[in-house]
Structure formats: C-alpha cells, structure tokens
T-cell receptor
Framework: TQLLEQSPQFLSIQEGENLTVYCNSS?????LQWYRQEPGEGPVLLVTVVTGGEVKKLKRLTFQFGDARKDSSLHITAAQPGDTGLYLC??????????FGKGTLLTVNP | EAGVTQFPSHSVIEKGQTVTLRCDPISGHDNLYWYRRVMGKEIKFLLHFVKESKQDESGMPNNRFLAERTGGTYSTLKVQPAELEDSGVYFC???????????FGEGSWLTVV
C-alpha cells in the first residue's frame, strides 16, 4: 500500500513569512500533484510534477519533485492571508489512481 | 463551463437507511472517479468509470456500496444500508483522458447517526 506523509499537519504563520510543506513516501510515483482545498469546496489542482528533480513555480509558490520521485515540497514565499487553506499532495501511479496525503492546514494571519 | 456538480451537498441519515449520491461530471469527460474522505483520514480512491464501464472498483469498501453510470453521463453512488463508519465527504471527479487534470466536485457530506 502506497502512503504519503505530509508535514506539518498544521501551520499558522504571520503574513510575509516563508514556509515549506513536505510530502514524503517510501514509494515511487510517476507524478506528484499538489492541490489546495478551501472549506466547502473540492480540491483544486495547483501543479503536477512528473520528472525527478523537477521544479515548478507558480507566482510565490515553488514546487519540487525529489530526484527519486518519492518526495516533494511546496515552498511559499511571503505568505498572504489569501494563501490560507488545506494543501494536499497526491501521488499518481501508472494509472489514474491518486494516493493522497492527509494535508497541511495553513493559516496565514494578517 | 460548469464544473463537476454533486448532489446533495449534505445529508444526515440514520444507520440502516439508504442514501444515493449523484455526480454530474464536466460535459465531455469520459473518466469519472469517486473518492472519499472519512474523519481523520486521507482522501481515498473508491472507483473509476470510463464512460459507462467500471474500470476499477478496487477501492470500494464493501458490497454496501454500489456505483452506477448509466449512459456514461452522470453517476450515482448508493450506500445501503448505511453504517456509522460511512460518514465522511464523498468527492466525485472527472477528466478527459486518464492521467490528465482531474477536476473535483465540492463533495457530498454524509453523516450517519
């Protein structure tokens, strides 16, 4: 059974601070996706990384896929209150099934 | 363009009753998925349709759960009889081609009391 461990589970920071969320597994994934979920809504895809060592940037968000494709990180620079939400990582295999982590609940205080 | 829509958004039923959740995927999306998140756990895969055919139902918890997608359009997920541990949020998702971006609905929150 593939598992994805996300850390930290909860994160509360002040506006303007930087943060990193980690997603780790003992399994290899063909792709790694990051989602953001807000209360009452479903997960919304932020990015997909597929190549070991790949780095993608989305404005103030930087996503990295580990060289061995077993781990990933999400770094947010100068966090803003609008970044508040539940961040989920999900690993994809050779098929369509996604294996999700439990998520990181981020609160950015003004 | 409308996203993935789910109905009902919230449902409270008694143990032993039946509940049917409905999902309307994005128009033109052949792939439809059901996922579930129970309290304190991660979101888990339940099953995958390609058009009206079940491609994989390996994530279905037991035979109290029945999913259908007649005509390859909308899908229903029926839980009969519901048990307390079935409480959680049921997400439906759809995509055009397997492996492409998967779009999630807002979820159907089920509480079994």
């Amino acid at each position: 059974t593939q598992l994805l461990e996300q850390s930290p589970q909860f994160l509360s920071i002040q506006e303007g601070e930087n943060l990193t969320v980690y997603c780790n597994s003992s399994s290899v994934f063909s792709s790694l996706q990051w989602y953001r979920q807000e209360p009452g809504e479903g997960p919304v895809l932020l990015v997909t990384v597929v190549t070991g060592g790949e780095v993608k940037k989305l404005k103030r968000l930087t996503f990295q896929f580990g060289d061995a494709r077993k781990d990933s990180s999400l770094h947010i620079t100068a966090a803003q209150p609008g970044d508040t939400g539940l961040y989920l990582c999900a690993g994809g295999g050779s098929n369509y099934k996604l294996t999700f982590g439990k998520g990181t609940l981020l609160t950015v205080n003004p | 363009e409308a996203g993935v829509t789910q109905f009902p958004s919230h449902s409270v039923i008694e143990k032993g009753q039946t509940v049917t959740l409905r999902c309307d995927p994005i128009s033109g999306h052949d792939n439809l998925y059901w996922y579930r998140r129970v309290m304190g756990k991660e979101i888990k895969f339940l099953l995958h349709f390609v058009k009206e055919s079940k491609q994989d139902e390996s994530g279905m918890p037991n035979n109290r759960f029945l999913a259908e997608r007649t005509g390859g359009t909308y899908s229903t997920l029926k839980v009969q009889p519901a048990e307390l541990e079935d409480s959680g949020v049921y997400f439906c998702a759809s995509s055009q081609v397997s492996g492409n971006t998967i779009y999630f609905g807002e979820g159907s929150w089920l509480t079994v009391v």
